[in-house]
């Protein structure tokens, strides 16, 4: 098929340039790989005279402002990273989490508190920026890889954002479908909390059997901690208030912004030499040296020196401009998803995917194919909701069943795979917000991994899906 050249195209150059540039890949190979793919669905539409300059133009300026809300959330938790750190809200979590979780039960853990911070909140990228980035500092004093710690945090997350009704992508799948919101989550239980309880097996098992070599590093952590930062409970009161705030559904660029805020000051308050310390020796006034300090925590890298160099590590930030090649990551895959449409590609492979229902299993299986496949060519899980609705919603009507299915399907496809995808937005902000590449993260997610084979498999196997036959309903 003509319209998969210019995937086959991006595959080969992205797997050429992870051969070269390893770690290093997301810097700028990947986004050359995507402007040249682009160019390669340019190419063909125009030599198949599909392709219009003004209908390229109109695609790609409309895909670059859709994705400009996330990149302002990005560029958001780049300041969080680097405020809740050197301000000791960040410290304070770890050093906590180090005295209340042991090894052997710490993977199930992290799991089941992400899963829990991020159902109140309704959101995964908030939850992982904050309570997150902790964990992932806990995992690594006990030992445990960052994939492992990675793939825990990431699985509860995307379990919570799931099922929350103040979560944005499970507002957008049921209103997109028509389907009622508590009615789309009640059916999503179905299929999301048999998957969660397998995943919480598989952290727990191997949480008992994995012997970890970390635990001597945890007295060492944490007296780096107290000594490096002001440890207090009181600091805590930071992201209860800010999970408040999107409790009480305050807008997320708001609730983001006043957490930037409120952290820089509590660093001023609280911690004024770390402060001092980011600002280095530059003869400015105590005032200017802290105004520099704070400023510098939101946009600069910070390094902040413990005497412990795997803990100097962990306690260091890339601030706003560390969020720069992912924002670039993220124009490129914008580019490349408007190409595609404006090529008519992405419309020919969605065709190929209708033709392929048959019944029930195939009706759901395409749906969420569709979803994941969306994920990876419009680098976005709203449009990968979207559009997966739109192309399936008459379908799902004309064989007589209930959109409940449909929109259950959009989430178990598009919503959880979407961090699984390097160019994803999710794949990208979770990878630089962790410091953990996706590739390495993946082959641990296994919420993620599991939704859309259990959504096709519970499918196959007919339970609880209804279907209208002659004015009556079949079970």
């Given at each position: 098929?003509?319209?998969?050249?210019?995937?086959?195209?991006?595959?080969?150059?992205?797997?050429?340039?992870?051969?070269?540039?390893?770690?290093?890949?997301?810097?700028?190979?990947?986004?050359?790989?995507l402007i040249i793919a682009s160019?390669?669905?340019?190419?063909?539409?125009?030599?198949?005279?599909?392709?219009?300059?003004?209908?390229?133009?109109?695609?790609?300026?409309?895909?670059?402002?859709?994705?400009?809300?996330?990149?302002?959330?990005?560029?958001?938790?780049?300041?969080?990273?680097?405020?809740?750190?050197?301000?000791?809200?960040?410290?304070?979590?770890?050093?906590?989490?180090?005295?209340?979780?042991?090894?052997?039960?710490?993977?199930?853990?992290?799991?089941?508190?992400?899963?829990?911070?991020?159902?109140?909140?309704?959101?995964?990228?908030?939850?992982?920026?904050?309570?997150?980035?902790?964990?992932?500092?806990?995992?690594?004093?006990?030992?445990?890889?960052?994939?492992?710690?990675?793939?825990?945090?990431?699985?509860?997350?995307?379990?919570?954002?799931?099922?929350?009704?103040?979560?944005?992508?499970?507002?957008?799948?049921?209103?997109?479908?028509?389907?009622?919101?508590?009615?789309?989550?009640?059916?999503?239980?179905?299929?999301?909390?048999?998957?969660?309880?397998?995943?919480?097996?598989?952290?727990?098992?191997?949480?008992?059997?994995?012997?970890?070599?970390?635990?001597?590093?945890?007295?060492?952590?944490?007296?780096?901690?107290?000594?490096?930062?002001?440890?207090?409970?009181?600091?805590?009161?930071?992201?209860?208030?800010?999970?408040?705030?999107?409790?009480?559904?305050?807008?997320?660029?708001?609730?983001?912004?006043?957490?930037?805020?409120?952290?820089?000051?509590?660093?001023?308050?609280?911690?004024?030499?770390?402060?001092?310390?980011?600002?280095?020796?530059?003869?400015?006034?105590?005032?200017?040296?802290?105004?520099?300090?704070?400023?510098?925590?939101?946009?600069?890298?910070?390094?902040?020196?413990?005497?412990?160099?795997?803990?100097?590590?962990?306690?260091?930030?890339?601030?706003?401009?560390?969020?720069?090649?992912?924002?670039?990551?993220?124009?490129?895959?914008?580019?490349?998803?408007?190409?595609?449409?404006?090529?008519?590609?992405?419309?020919?492979?969605?065709?190929?995917?209708q033709r392929m229902v048959r019944?029930?299993?195939?009706?759901?299986?395409?749906?969420?194919?569709?979803?994941?496949?969306?994920?990876?060519?419009?680098?976005?899980?709203?449009?990968?909701?979207?559009?997966?609705?739109?192309?399936?919603?008459?379908?799902?009507?004309?064989?007589?069943?209930?959109?409940?299915?449909?929109?259950?399907?959009?989430?178990?496809?598009?919503?959880?795979?979407?961090?699984?995808?390097?160019?994803?937005?999710?794949?990208?902000?979770?990878?630089?917000?962790?410091?953990?590449?996706?590739?390495?993260?993946?082959?641990?997610?296994?919420?993620?991994?599991?939704?859309?084979?259990?959504?096709?498999?519970?499918?196959?196997?007919?339970?609880?899906?209804?279907?209208?036959?002659?004015?009556?309903?079949?079970?």
């Amino acid at each position: 098929m003509i319209a998969l050249i210019p995937f086959i195209v991006l595959i080969a150059l992205l797997v050429g340039c992870i051969s070269v540039f390893g770690n290093a890949t997301l810097d700028g190979a990947s986004q050359v790989s995507l402007i040249i793919a682009s160019g390669v669905s340019v190419l063909i539409g125009w030599l198949n005279k599909r392709l219009s300059w003004e209908n390229l133009d109109k695609e790609i300026t409309a895909k670059v402002a859709n994705c400009t809300p996330s990149i302002i959330i990005l560029l958001l938790i780049g300041a969080i990273g680097g405020t809740w750190m050197v301000s000791g809200i960040v410290p304070t979590m770890i050093y906590y989490g180090l005295q209340i979780l042991s090894p052997q039960w710490f993977l199930v853990s992290t799991c089941i508190i992400c899963a829990i911070v991020s159902l109140m909140i309704g959101s995964s990228w908030t939850t992982i920026a904050t309570v997150g980035v902790a964990l992932l500092g806990v995992g690594n004093a006990l030992g445990f890889s960052n994939g492992w710690t990675a793939g825990a945090i990431i699985s509860g997350a995307y379990f919570g954002d799931k099922l929350s009704p103040l979560s944005d992508t499970t507002v957008l799948a049921s209103s997109v479908v028509g389907t009622p919101l508590f009615t789309h989550i009640k059916y999503m239980m179905l299929t999301t909390v048999p998957t969660f309880l397998v995943t919480l097996t598989i952290f727990l098992v191997t949480g008992l059997l994995m012997d970890v070599s970390g635990e001597g590093d945890v007295a060492l952590f944490m007296d780096g901690l107290s000594h490096t930062f002001v440890i207090s409970p009181w600091l805590l009161l930071v992201p209860l208030v800010i999970c408040l705030m999107i409790i009480k559904r305050w807008p997320s660029l708001v609730v983001l912004f006043l957490a930037v805020i409120i952290a820089g000051i509590v660093a001023l308050i609280v911690q004024p030499d770390r402060i001092r310390e980011i600002a280095g020796n530059n003869g400015l006034p105590n005032f200017l040296a802290l105004y520099e300090g704070v400023i510098r925590s939101c946009y600069d890298s910070t390094s902040i020196s413990t005497g412990i160099s795997a803990l100097d590590k962990l306690v260091t930030t890339r601030g706003m401009g560390g969020m720069m090649p992912t924002v670039w990551l993220i124009i490129s895959a914008q580019v490349f998803a408007g190409a595609l449409t404006a090529a008519g590609q992405l419309e020919d492979i969605m065709a190929y995917f209708q033709r392929m229902v048959r019944g029930t299993t195939s009706l759901v299986a395409s749906s969420v194919g569709s979803a994941i496949f969306l994920n990876i060519t419009t680098a976005d899980q709203f449009l990968s909701i979207i559009l997966t609705s739109s192309m399936f919603k008459n379908m799902y009507a004309k064989m007589g069943y209930e959109p409940r299915l449909l929109s259950r399907s959009c989430e178990d496809g598009g919503t959880v795979t979407s961090v699984l995808v390097p160019w994803n937005t999710c794949g990208l902000t979770q990878s630089t917000v962790l410091g953990v590449a996706t590739l390495t993260y993946l082959p641990y997610c296994f919420f993620n991994l599991l939704s859309p084979i259990v959504s096709i498999s519970v499918a196959a196997i007919g339970w609880k899906i209804k279907r209208k036959i002659n004015g009556g309903q079949e079970n």
